[in-house]
């Protein structure tokens, strides 16, 4: 089981401070560079104790004009932890490919396999509705752009000699990525499954799946279509290509649990930012109900979150848990204490399941 651990920049004191803004954009104003630079250093840090701890993974990914997550290029400091994190594999989840330039990206996950041994991950994201407005993309045109920039990026880092490409939204007369990748023919792809149609485009392109913070019960709707979908395509995807993404905590006990998860959005935190509440997003670009953030999808002790990750695998498949431990109302402490307990009392009751561990930065 791969698990995501916390992000650093959430739990810090002075980054929470800004969470007294509600909505989004957050303003610079609020920003202060030695609470920043000391946020970057504590995810850095979490990130070498998840590797210790042995997680199977640590992850980032891509978000803007918020202090929730600092990391506007999730390639950046991905090629920081490549230097931090000397076992666990980094996964970048994800680039947000219909917002960036696709060859650009292909690039990026090239040298940072290189940087990192051989040890990258990438997660194809689409994006969510504030940050289309960030970049002024078309949330109409999002699922098409993902697409056909997903198709690229794996052409660009497979295809021997240059090539030209003429598509509906991306046209380059050369591509010719160098240097290439270390693993052959790449780093393993996921592509972003909270659709049917995106899960039925996995399979069809035999990408993995990542699906991200829904239930149990809506989870299952999408790792079934697509494993549907693959035996149609003539193959079968292995657990750890079926990717879920939450949040989650560990405490000695159930009451314990309770309590933090009573705190761990407390603030604007992840559950606006994503859903899009604020006076710069309009109406139409929310996100479906059902989504899930802002839920913990596994709290309570070491043995309840067993049953929960191994009744949650019966009933999806999944392979790979991408759990984050931090949140805004927690401290970085609180956070860290979850981390290890799921290292040492729930990790290796789970490991027979053939999940995996993953801990974000």
Same mark, same amino acid.
């Given at each position: 089981?791969?698990?995501?651990?916390?992000?650093?920049?959430?739990?810090? %004191?002075?980054?929470?401070?800004?969470?007294?803004?509600?909505?989004?954009?957050?303003?610079?104003?609020?920003?202060?560079?030695?609470?920043?630079?000391?946020?970057?250093?504590?995810?850095?840090?979490?990130?070498?104790?998840?590797?210790?701890?042995?997680?199977?993974?640590?992850?980032?990914?891509?978000?803007?004009?918020?202090?929730?997550?600092?990391?506007?290029?999730?390639?950046?400091?991905?090629?920081?932890?490549?230097?931090?994190?000397?076992?666990?594999?980094?996964?970048?989840?994800?680039?947000?490919?219909?917002?960036?330039?696709?060859?650009?990206?292909?690039?990026?996950?090239?040298?940072?396999?290189?940087?990192? =041994?051989?040890?990258?991950?990438?997660?194809?994201?689409?994006?969510?509705?504030?940050?289309?407005?960030?970049?002024?993309?078309?949330?109409?045109?999002?699922?098409?752009?993902?697409?056909?920039?997903?198709?690229?990026?794996?052409?660009?880092?497979?295809?021997?000699?240059?090539?030209?490409?003429?598509?509906?939204?991306?046209?380059?007369?050369?591509?010719?990525?160098?240097?290439?990748?270390?693993?052959?023919?790449?780093?393993?792809?996921?592509?972003? =499954?909270?659709?049917?149609?995106?899960?039925?485009?996995?399979?069809?392109?035999?990408?993995?799946?990542?699906?991200?913070?829904?239930?149990?019960?809506?989870?299952?709707?999408?790792?079934?279509?697509?494993?549907?979908?693959?035996?149609?395509?003539?193959?079968?995807?292995?657990?750890?290509?079926?990717?879920?993404?939450?949040?989650?905590?560990?405490?000695?006990?159930?009451?314990?649990? %309770?309590?933090?998860?009573?705190?761990?959005?407390?603030?604007?935190?992840?559950?606006?930012?994503?859903?899009?509440?604020?006076?710069?997003?309009?109406?139409?670009?929310?996100?479906?109900?059902?989504?899930?953030?802002?839920?913990?999808?596994?709290?309570?002790?070491?043995?309840?979150?067993?049953?929960?990750?191994?009744?949650?695998?019966?009933?999806?498949?999944?392979?790979?848990?991408?759990?984050?431990?931090?949140?805004?109302?927690?401290?970085?402490?609180?956070?860290?204490?979850?981390?290890?307990?799921?290292?040492?009392?729930?990790?290796?009751?789970?490991?027979?399941?053939?999940? %995996?561990?993953?801990?974000?930065?």
């Amino acid at each position: 089981m791969t698990l995501w651990a916390c992000r650093g920049g959430q739990t810090h %004191a002075g980054v929470v401070e800004a969470f007294k803004h509600r909505g989004w954009p957050t303003p610079p104003a609020l920003f202060r560079s030695e609470v920043g630079q000391q946020s970057l250093g504590l995810a850095l840090a979490q990130a070498k104790l998840a590797d210790e701890l042995g997680f199977d993974w640590v992850s980032c990914s891509e978000h803007h004009y918020t202090p929730l997550l600092q990391t506007p290029n999730a390639a950046v400091f991905a090629a920081a932890l490549s230097q931090v994190v000397g076992r666990a594999k980094i996964a970048v989840l994800g680039p947000l490919v219909s917002m960036n330039n696709p060859v650009r990206i292909a690039e990026e996950i090239a040298m940072l396999d290189q940087l990192s =041994g051989g040890r990258l991950v990438i997660l194809f994201l689409r994006g969510t509705p504030n940050e289309f407005l960030a970049y002024g993309t078309n949330p109409d045109e999002t699922r098409a752009r993902t697409q056909e920039a997903s198709l690229l990026i794996t052409r660009a880092l497979t295809e021997p000699q240059p090539f030209g490409w003429e598509g509906r939204y991306y046209r380059f007369r050369t591509v010719s990525v160098w240097p290439g990748a270390v693993q052959q023919p790449h780093p393993p792809l996921y592509y972003s =499954g909270n659709s049917l149609e995106s899960a039925s485009f996995a399979a069809a392109h035999q990408l993995g799946l990542g699906v991200s913070f829904y239930p149990g019960h809506i989870t299952a709707q999408m790792t079934g279509h697509y494993k549907q979908e693959c035996a149609k395509h003539g193959w079968q995807p292995t657990p750890e290509q079926l990717l879920y993404r939450c949040f989650g905590v560990v405490a000695e006990d159930d009451a314990g649990a %309770a309590e933090l998860e009573s705190r761990f959005f407390s603030g604007d935190g992840a559950a606006n930012l994503f859903r899009g509440r604020g006076a710069a997003i309009p109406p139409p670009t929310q996100v479906q109900p059902g989504f899930g953030l802002g839920e913990l999808r596994f709290c309570g002790s070491p043995d309840t979150v067993v049953r929960q990750i191994t009744d949650f695998h019966e009933t999806t498949g999944v392979g790979v848990l991408d759990i984050g431990f931090g949140g805004a109302g927690i401290s970085l402490e609180e956070a860290e204490r979850s981390m290890r307990l799921f290292a040492t009392e729930v990790l290796p009751r789970v490991c027979h399941l053939g999940v %995996a561990a993953t801990a974000g930065a």
